[in-house]
C-alpha cells in the first residue's frame, strides 16, 4: 500500500507573488509614483490592501488608492 498522499498545489504563494510583484513594480516605477502622489502612507496602505485580496492589475492599485483618498476626505 501506498501511503503518501497526494497534497494540492499552493496556488496561494502564487496568487501572493503576482499580488506583489504588481505592487512592486508599480512602486518600483518613479514616474507612476510621481504622476499619482503616492505617499508614504498610501504606499504602506495599497501593500496592506493587496494581502487582503486579489490585486491583478494597475487599474486595481488605482481603484484602491482611490478607495484610500476618498476615506481620507471623509474623516
Not at 499552493?10 to 506583489?20: E, I, L, P, V
Not at 512592486?24 to 501593500?47: C, G, K, P
Not at 484602491?64 to 471623509?74: E, F, G, K, T
Amino acid at each position: 500500500m501506498n501511503t503518501m498522499t497526494r497534497h494540492k498545489p499552493n496556488n496561494t504563494s502564487k496568487a501572493s507573488s503576482t499580488r506583489s510583484s504588481i505592487i512592486e513594480r508599480l512602486f518600483a516605477d518613479r514616474t507612476w509614483t510621481e504622476n499619482y502622489r503616492v505617499t508614504a502612507e498610501e504606499r504602506e496602505s495599497l501593500s496592506n490592501a493587496a494581502m487582503m485580496g486579489e490585486v491583478c492589475s494597475e487599474r486595481d492599485v488605482l481603484f484602491i488608492l482611490n478607495q484610500i483618498r476618498r476615506a481620507r476626505l471623509r474623516w
